[in-house]
């Protein structure tokens, strides 16, 4: 079986040989491959390439810098659907769904080519007589990226284009779960010619998460993962004095009033919720209806969920693929247990499904609950899986008090024809991200993805003028040139 290398020094490296974590595929349960449990050792490493190559990489003209992302971009076009098709292979969702992830990952890459205008700083002349301030931005120097399961090229490509373009060195730990694609993806940065030790990938766990968030060449910790590991994180790299973007957990609510569309306000909430399994920090895991919306919404969520085709993400027609692990599957299916011991009921139970030639899948159906009482576990924690809950109030006022009682603040939508509401809703809702008739209110490229609450620790976000901020510090010159300001020449 093979075991993946890490990539140190622009060079494929056997690890050491030690521990070994298995990459299965959730459709079938094949292993696909052993990640190598990296370590301290492995991580220094990485670290040390990373600082070589620091000096003559920030040293490179940005404008020179972004060439490599231009043909990165264009390789990942070239490849695109072998990485689409690698995606579901070690993550499970549909093919349309890697394929839209990926999207969004070259999209990150698309914006970081602008790093020559997005890096500016500015300037004034004259801030006092004869004196000039300047403004510039400066890379960091070695920084960690670490990542979840749920987008195996999307969320590390949040990351690592801004960070070089910014004249930054990288050490990266893909999720042990899916490894693979970040490797097919590092083979391709490896042709774009970039420089060795511009990019480092190290595999492992969460023990090679932390001596890479403690290594002293690490200045910055870029982070997304469930909330306990995103505390855990911001935590450790505040206490070493490093800069930290820590991402972590949700539970989003949508709000459906009487007003919506409600035909368009059920198929969008639909695809949020169950798409990618309800594996996606931005999928909507409880619904509110308000006043006479519960009804009809009701209906039309439960037929349009109880229709979905379940199955392996290669196969035709199939619109949800497995979950990740079989632990995963466990610890969904007990939730909903839990939930329904205390009192709500099932409007529709996908739990125990069998897909066909595909036995040894973790593999649910959507799950749709009611009346879930506000003591239940499943009001406030996050399944990452197919569960919606459906919840009522009696007013928009009621809906917002609700889902502001969540400890998360990823993201909240709401559906409706009126613009006050709207606006209502966007003013007032605790939440980074906002969706109005959205289901999925993922910020593209360009702008910040904005958790709020436990669903992130930091102050600037990924992605955008955000990542160029969070990548670069600000150096401030202040210039007096006295035999100009005497005017004597
Ligand atoms: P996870 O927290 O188990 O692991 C994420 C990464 O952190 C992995 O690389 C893992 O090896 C490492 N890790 C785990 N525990 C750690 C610790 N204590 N210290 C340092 N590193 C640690 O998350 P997951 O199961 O891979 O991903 C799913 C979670 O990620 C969900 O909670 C989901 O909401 C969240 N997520 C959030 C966003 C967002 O933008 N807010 C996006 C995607 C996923």
């Not at 939730?335 to 996908?350: E, N």
């Amino acid at each position: 079986m093979a075991v993946i290398p890490n990539y140190i020094d622009g060079e494929w490296r056997e690890p050491p040989s030690g521990g070994r974590l298995p990459v299965i595929n959730p459709a079938t349960g094949e292993v696909l491959a052993l990640a190598p449990e990296g370590d301290a050792a492995d991580v220094n490493c990485a670290a040390e390439a990373a600082a070589r190559a620091f000096p003559a990489w920030r040293a490179t003209p940005p404008a020179d810098r972004i060439q490599f992302l231009f043909r990165l971009k264009q390789l990942l076009e070239e490849h695109f659907e072998e990485i689409a098709s690698l995606i579901t292979r070690e993550n499970g969702k549909t093919l349309p769904e890697s394929r839209g992830e990926l999207r969004r990952g070259i999209e990150n890459v698309e914006v970081a080519c602008g790093i020559p205008a997005l890096m500016q700083g500015y300037n004034l002349e004259d801030v006092a007589s004869g004196i000039d301030e300047i403004l510039f931005r400066q890379p960091l120097g070695v920084v960690a990226v670490i990542t979840p399961f749920n987008f195996p090229a999307m969320i590390p490509l949040w990351f690592l284009p801004y960070a070089i373009a910014c004249g930054n060195c990288l050490v990266l730990k893909p999720s042990e779960k899916v490894p693979l694609t970040m490797q097919r993806i590092v083979e391709l940065i490896g042709r774009t010619g970039l420089p060795p030790g511009v990019v480092n990938v190290v595999n492992g766990a969460r023990p090679a998460a932390e001596a890479l968030i403690d290594h002293p060449l690490v200045r910055a910790v870029s982070f997304v993962g469930s909330t306990p590991a995103a505390k855990a994180v911001y935590a450790r790299a505040a206490a070493k004095g490093k800069k930290a973007q820590c991402q972590g957990g949700a539970k989003n609510h949508v709000v459906v009033l009487p007003d919506a569309d409600l035909d368009s306000a059920s198929q969008v909430v639909c695809d949020s919720a169950f798409g990618c399994a309800g594996q996606r920090c931005l999928a909507v895991s409880a619904a509110i209806t308000v006043g006479e919306a519960r009804e009809r919404f009701r209906r039309s969520i439960a037929g349009l969920a109880g229709s979905l085709k379940v199955g392996c993400g290669f196969e035709q027609g199939v619109q949800m693929g497995p979950v990740i692990t079989p632990q995963s599957l466990q610890r969904i299916e007990g939730l909903v247990d839990q939930g329904l011991r205390s009192g709500a009921s099932a409007v529709l139970d996908g739990r125990g499904l069998k897909v066909g030639g595909f036995e040894e899948g973790n593999f649910i159906g959507p799950v749709i609950l009611e009346g879930v009482s506000p003591d239940s576990p499943l009001v406030d924690t996050e399944i990452f899986g197919p569960v919606l809950s459906l919840v009522e109030a009696a007013s928009l006022d009621e809906a917002i008090a609700i889902l502001s009682r969540s400890a998360y603040g990823n993201q909240a939508s709401l559906f409706t024809s009126s613009g006050a509401a709207a606006r209502k809703f966007r003013n007032e809702t605790p939440a980074g991200n906002i969706g109005i008739n959205i289901g999925v209110a993922a910020p593209m490229a360009y702008f910040p993805f904005s958790g709020w609450k436990d669903s992130f620790f930091g102050t600037v976000h990924a992605q955008g003028r955000d990542a160029v901020e969070f990548y670069t510090e600000k150096k401030v010159v202040v210039e007096r040139w006295p035999k100009y300001w005497s005017r004597k020449f």
